[in-house]
């Protein structure tokens, strides 16, 4: 481990000499990730894009791309689109990137069970906004609104992820 990598510890994500209080997934950690268990998974994952809400907030990195209206995440196993974004009109199942309350404003992608997902392995593992501090997640990480700003700024794609 270095210091630019993201490290999830008992104590927070640790990132560039600062820890940064996060929550995780409602169903703990696991190393058998599964579709809708709402764990974290364990390993070394990547971060592989970020999205934003550009009618919320400044462009947070050159490389972000805009939430529109019409983006959706596939969590439809069976379909060949699982685990990716997807753009609406969109009959499977999926999560709306766009809502209304401020979870989603900025999003850093990791590259679980991506590009070639296996189905029912597991999607949409993120970096988020939290609702509130030990709130969990869905099986994201969530954070405090100012830090994963800061963090969006400073993990560029290729940062590592690890949890342990």
């Known amino acids: 481990m270095i210091p630019a990598d993201l490290v999830l510890t008992p ?15 409602r169903g703990g950690l696991t190393c ?5 268990d709402s764990a974290t ?17 400044a462009l947070p990195a050159p490389w972000a791309m805009p ?10 196993p069976g379909d060949p689109a699982y685990n990716h974004l997807v753009r609406a009109p969109y009959a499977p199942s999926h999560e709306k ?34 609702r509130r501090p030990g709130f969990p997640t869905e099986g994201c990480l969530g954070l405090a609104r100012a830090h994963i700003h800061w963090i969006c700024t400073n993990a560029p794609p290729g940062t590592r992820l690890i949890i342990p």
């Open 11 to 25: 104590t927070g994500l640790r990132f560039k000499g600062r820890r940064f209080p996060c929550t995780i997934g």
């Open 97 to 130: 990137l766009r809502r209304a309350d401020p979870l989603y404003d900025v999003i850093l992608l990791t590259d679980w069970n991506w590009p070639d997902a296996t189905p029912g392995a597991g999607s949409a593992i993120f970096l988020h906004q939290w």
């Open 41 to 57: 998974p364990r390993g070394i994952h990547h971060i592989t894009g970020l999205l934003y809400r550009p009618d919320r907030l």
């Open 67 to 76: 939430i529109t209206k019409d983006d959706l995440w596939s969590d439809a």
């Open 32 to 36: 058998d990730k599964r579709e809708g």
